[in-house]
Structure formats: C-alpha cells, structure tokens
C-alpha cells in the first residue's frame, strides 16, 4: 500500500479514536452525575431514616414515661385505697369500742345505784352504832375505820355515776389536784393490781382553772390508764402539778410520768395522730391522745409528750388559770354552760 493510502487510514483511525474518546468523556460525566444524583437521593432518604428514628425514640421515650407516671397514679391510688380502708377498719374499731363502752357505763351506771341504797343503810347503822359506843372504847376505833371506807365507797360510787352521765359540757373552777385525786381513786385498784405505784407531788395553792369537769377527768383516766399499760411488769406512775405559765399568762402544769418501756422514736411523732395506736387491737379506753390534745385545745392549753426507750412516758399538760382566757372561750362553745363556781 501507498504511503498516502496509509496516511488516510491513519487520519481515519484517529478519528474514529476521537470520536471514541469523546462519547467515553460523554458517558463518564453522564456517570459521575448518575454518582451524584444517587449520593444525594441516598444523603436524603438516610436523613429521613435518621429523623424518623430520632422521632421514634422520642415517642418512645414519651411512652415510657407516660407508663411510669401512669405506674406512679396506680400506686399512689393503691396507697391512698389501703390507707382509706385501714381508716374505715380503725372508724369502725373506734365505733364499735364507744359502743361497747357506752353499754359498759350504762352497767356502771345501773350497779352504782344499786350500791347506793346498801352504803346508806350501812352509813346510817354504822353512825348509830358510833353514837351508842363509849367513845374511849376500841370499838369506837373499829367503828371509825368501817365509816370511812363507806365514804370511800361512796366517793367511788358517785365519781362512777359522775363517769357514766352522758356527756356534755359544763364550764366550772375547777382545783386540778382535786380532780386527779377523784381520778386516780377510780384506777387505783386497776394499777395497785398490775403493781404499779403512784407517787402523787402537788403543788400547794394551786391557782384554779375554768374548764369542764367531765373532759379534764376524761384527759386524766386516758393517761394514767395508758401509764398502766405501759408497764406490763409494774412500775411507777408519778402525778404531778404545778405552778406555770403559758403565752406570758399564769397557767398550771399536770404531769402524768411513767417508768415503762417508753415509746419508739418512730412512733413518737405518730402518737398523737387520729386512729394511730401501738396497742394490740381492741384494748384500751377509746379514748386517744388526739382526743386529748383536742380538749386541751379547746381550754387554750398545750399537750407535751416526751419519752425515752426504756425510761419511760411523760405528758405535760398546761392549762390557763380562772382568771385566764379559757373559762370564757370553752363557755361559748355550743352547747357549754356559763363558769361557775362549785
């Protein structure tokens, strides 16, 4: 072949190469822009993939603590359902105790007046009896002796009768040693046989209180019973009074001090609180600390209770004196009479 022959297949060929190399540049930038149009479609999807899962979490997250809150409202509910039921159960313990010891006192009520016409048959003999022996006699001795334990029994009879009267308010001035005296002869034979002491330390001259007579007896029985139950074994019961003041006012202090086991620092602060008791079920009077501190209120008092694991109980109560506030506010609660002097 010619070598001009030659030259044109080679023209030829380098064409054909250029045209060649032109489409691959063509196709490869149709490529990378295919590349980049994927990337980004892929760059998208994956973002909303990620957003949804963040989403999801989200309401997941939204979810568990909705279930929480909700387990939390169930709970609560429970507790709040218990608690109302353990009331309800302790109301009605409560009721059922007032029952029993309204009937308890309508058969005090009925025995004391059957003791009374015997203690004055007896009273009246044995005056007769004393009038007619010689005075410098030892009968006269005996006969004294017999006399006064039927006033004694008496006193008991009338403090019983006093107890079981239907309640109801009735302001007087009142001489606290008095009344705790009248108190105590009533649980005196009940402690004496648990073997528990009493220890009485009055103060001389106490200042007297307006306050109701049935409600301040009330407030002594529940606490020197109490003071016998917590002392199982036997003790001491220390009643004290004195002279006090309360709000810048002259007032007097009553102290009922056992020497029992005490009371549980956990069970302190709960004591005093309504249907609370660390008492096996169905004992005591009915009568709780929370319906002590709610007389002592309404005479303008306080409650105190102070105790010690293995020491012992003290409640202090302070009262104000006649000359006071209380005898006038307690007088013009309903149903309360005027002050008056006994």
Known sequence: MSEPGLRTQLAAAQETIRDLQGELAETNRGLVALALELEARVDARTADLREAHEELERTNSELVQ????????????????????EELRATSQQ???????????????????????PLATISLH??????????TGSAAGRLAVVAQEVDRMAGLVA???????????????????EELDRTLDIVL?????????????YALDLPLIHADRQHLR??????????????????????????????????????IADTGSGIAPEHLARVQEPFFTTKPEGKGTGLGLAICRRIVGEHHGTLDLGSAVGRGTTVRIVLPVANGTNGRVVADEPGADAPAED
């Not at 059922?96 to 016409?117: D, F, I, P, R």
């Not at 403090?159 to 040693?177: A, K, M």
Request: cysteine-free.
């Open 218 to 255: 009330q407030i002594f029985l529940n606490l020197l019973m109490n003071a016998g139950d917590a002392m199982p074994g036997g003790g001491t019961i220390t009643a004290r009074t004195a002279v006090a003041a309360l709000r810048g006012k002259p007032a007097v202090a009553v102290e």
């Open 126 to 135: 044995v005056e007769s009896l004393v009038e007619e022996a010689p005075p």
């Open 66 to 85: 909705l279930t929480l809150e909700l387990e939390d409202r169930v709970a609560q509910r429970t507790t709040d359902l218990q608690a109302k039921t």
């Open 159 to 177: 403090n019983l009768l006093q107890f079981s009267r239907p309640s109801r308010q009735q302001i007087s001035s009142l001489d606290l040693n």
């Open 95 to 117: 009721l059922w105790q007032a029952a029993k010891l309204a009937t308890m006192g309508e058969l005090a009520a009925s025995v004391a007046h059957e003791l009374n016409n």
């Open 189 to 201: 034979h009940f402690l004496r046989r648990g073997r528990v002491t009493v220890a009485r330390e």
